[in-house]
């Protein structure tokens, strides 16, 4: 069974970081590639961030140049480095990876971004 747990989330300010951390339960990062994905209250979800098995990270528009994704394969774990947090980053960030066809979730951390 593939468990996906992520952290790192809070409260920060405006133009504030957080590092969000992504920790699987095995070798799964090294072998699939995996998103972060974001949901406001009353908002669909959407993906922030991807990362292939090759290391080709592709970033949505509105976090290109703020985001950043790491992988570190020996703890079987992914970041996401968030810089210049604006309020409409607010949201609960979920990790994600597809296996064979299914779709495999975290618990979600709360990034709430305020002054």
């Known amino acids: 069974q593939v468990q996906l747990v992520e952290s790192g989330g809070g409260l920060v300010q405006p133009g504030g970081s957080l590092r969000l951390s992504c920790a699987a339960s095995?070798?799964?990062?090294?072998?699939?590639?995996m998103g972060w994905y974001r949901q406001a209250p009353g908002k669909e979800r959407e993906l922030v961030a991807s990362?292939?098995?090759?290391?080709?990270?592709n970033y949505a528009d509105s976090v290109k140049g703020r985001f950043a994704l790491s992988r570190d394969n020996a703890k079987n774990t992914v970041y996401l480095q968030m810089n210049s947090l604006k309020p409409e980053d607010t949201a609960a960030y979920y990790c994600?990876?597809?296996?064979?066809?299914?779709?495999?979730w975290g618990q979600g951390t709360q990034v709430t971004v305020s002054s």
């Open positions: 095995g070798s799964i990062f090294s072998r699939n590639g």
């Open positions: 994600n990876v597809v296996i064979l066809g299914h779709a495999f």
């Open positions: 990362l292939t098995t090759l290391g080709n990270r």
